[in-house]
């Protein structure tokens, strides 16, 4: 009886690992450096996106994008501490609601001022291309906020299913 039992369950380990194998198969390879792995969530360059760059545009918005990067480095990260503060606050033994909600509103005070920096860099970038470039960036953007209503809507259905 053990012998049948542990073959049973050599055989279904057996076959479990190819269905898995054969899923993974038609999935992109997962990669771990960062760009890559942000290609395989749908995240590129959206450089990549805008047709006919001159080097002249690529060297004035990846400037752009560097000073952005550079100016909102120090306010992430302390974003990044207060977040943790909060959480610890919020699991203390006595957690005083007075702090726990200033400090909500100064990391949403920083959040903003971290947004306006970014919608002013992006506003840069769009002041140095042409109307076609424009309007190729406008149109990838509107699909892509098609296809991201469209992933929260199934994963509000998957939620609702269960």
Not at 39 to 62: S, V
Request: aromatic fraction near 0%; charged fraction near 40%; glycine fraction near 4%.
């Amino acid at each position: 009886m053990k012998k049948i039992m542990a073959t049973v369950g050599v055989v279904a380990l057996l076959v479990g690992n190819s269905f898995a194998q054969d899923k993974m198969a038609n999935e992109p390879v997962r990669m771990h450096k960062r760009g890559e792995l942000r290609q395989e969530k749908g995240q590129h360059d959206k450089m990549a996106d805008i047709p006919n760059l001159t080097d002249e545009q690529k060297a004035k918005i990846k400037d752009i994008k560097d000073e952005n990067r550079k100016k909102c480095e120090p306010q992430r990260a302390e974003m990044k501490e207060l977040r943790t503060k909060l959480h610890e606050m919020k699991t203390s033994e006595k957690p005083d609601l007075n702090e726990i909600n200033s400090l909500i509103d100064k990391l949403a005070s920083m959040k903003a001022e971290v947004e306006k920096s970014k919608t002013a860099a992006e506003l840069k970038v769009r002041s140095i291309l042409t109307p076609e470039q424009l309007k190729a960036v406008d149109t990838k953007h509107a699909e892509n906020m098609k296809m991201r209503e469209e992933k929260q809507k199934e994963r509000k259905e998957m939620k609702g299913a269960k």
